[in-house]
C-alpha cells in the first residue's frame, strides 16, 4: 500500500464542496440503471470529480461514508492508491471499510 | 425517473418490482445469486469479477464468469424443469446486463443500481441494454 501523494488537507473548503454536491446528483441523473463499473466512471459528472484532484478527496471519502455509492474508481484515481491489499477480494462493504481506514490513516478528516 | 423511461417496453410487457434500489449488488451478481457484492470486469480493477474468467469486457469473458458457475453456452430462452438459464445482454458488442430465469418462465433483474424486477426477456431490450446476444444453462441442481 503506498501513501497519499501530498499532505491531506484539514478540511474541504465549502465552494468545492458545493461543486461536488452538484456532480454527485447529476452523476446519479447520468448512470441510468447501467450495471457497468466502467460506465458508471466514464459518465461526464464522475470524470469531472475525478478531475477535481486530490483536494476531493475528504469529500469522497465523506460521501463514501454517508452515502455508500461506488466511489473506489474515483478514490485510486485521485489518490494513485488502494487500500485493498493485492491478492485480495474484498466485497464491497469491506472495499468500504478499508477506504475510510486508510483515510483516517492518513490524516483526511471529513 | 420511472423504470418505464428506461424501459419503454416495461409498459406493454408489465413487470413486478421484487426488492428496494441497492448498490451493494448489480445485474450480473444477482444472476450469479450473489446479493453482497457487484461484479464487473473493469479495467480499473475495483470491482469483482471470478478469477478464473477473463477480465474483459467482452461477451466471451461474461461467458467465462458463468462458466466459472456451472453454466454452459449455447441454451435457449425456453423453460426447461431443471434448469436454471441465465441470459446476457448487449449493445454494440458490449456486455450491458444479465438476467436470470426463474421456475415460472419469467426472468429476474437487478437494474443496475435501481430495484430488482421479474420481466419477459424482450421487455429489457432497448437503448440501455440493447438485447440478448448469449443464453446460458446448468442443472438446477447444482445451484
Redesign the interface.
Known amino acids: 500500500m503506498s501513501s497519499a501523494m501530498q499532505p491531506p488537507p484539514a478540511t474541504p473548503n465549502a465552494q468545492l464542496d458545493a461543486l461536488f454536491q452538484a456532480l454527485v446528483h447529476r452523476w446519479k ?1 447520468e ?8 460506465e458508471l ?1 466514464m459518465c461526464p459528472s464522475y470524470q469531472r470529480i475525478i478531475g477535481l484532484g486530490p483536494a476531493v478527496v475528504p469529500l469522497l471519502l465523506r460521501e463514501l461514508e454517508r452515502a ?3 466511489w ?2 474515483a478514490l ?2 485521485t489518490t494513485g492508491t ?1 487500500p485493498v491489499p493485492p491478492g485480495s ?1 474484498p ?3 469491506e ?1 468500504i471499510r478499508l477506504w475510510l481506514e486508510w483515510g483516517r490513516q492518513q490524516g483526511y478528516q471529513w | 425517473m420511472a423504470l418505464e423511461q428506461y424501459f419503454p417496453n416495461l409498459a406493454t410487457t408489465g413487470y413486478t418490482t421484487t426488492s428496494a434500489a441497492t448498490f451493494v449488488y448489480n445485474c450480473i451478481a444477482w444472476a450469479a445469486g450473489v446479493t453482497d457484492d457487484w461484479w464487473w470486469p473493469d479495467p480499473m480493477g475495483v470491482s469483482t469479477w471470478p478469477a478464473s474468467a477473463t477480465r474483459a469486457e467482452t461477451i466471451t469473458a461474461f461467458e467465462e464468469a458463468f462458466q466459472s458457475l456451472g453454466y454452459t453456452p449455447g441454451a435457449d430462452d425456453r423453460l426447461e424443469p431443471g434448469f436454471e438459464k441465465v441470459a446476457l445482454y448487449a449493445l454494440g458488442g458490449m456486455p450491458k446486463h444479465a438476467a436470470r430465469q426463474l421456475p415460472n418462465g419469467l426472468w429476474t433483474s437487478k437494474l443496475g443500481e435501481l430495484e430488482d424486477i421479474e420481466h419477459t426477456l424482450e421487455a429489457l431490450n432497448g437503448a440501455w441494454y440493447g438485447a440478448v446476444v448469449s443464453i446460458l444453462k446448468r442443472p438446477r441442481s447444482s445451484a
Request: aromatic share 8%; charged share 30%.
Open positions: 441523473e448512470r441510468g440503471p447501467s450495471s457497468s463499473t466502467t466512471a455508500p455509492d461506488h473506489f474508481w485510486k484515481a488502494d477480494h466485497k464491497i462493504q472495499k
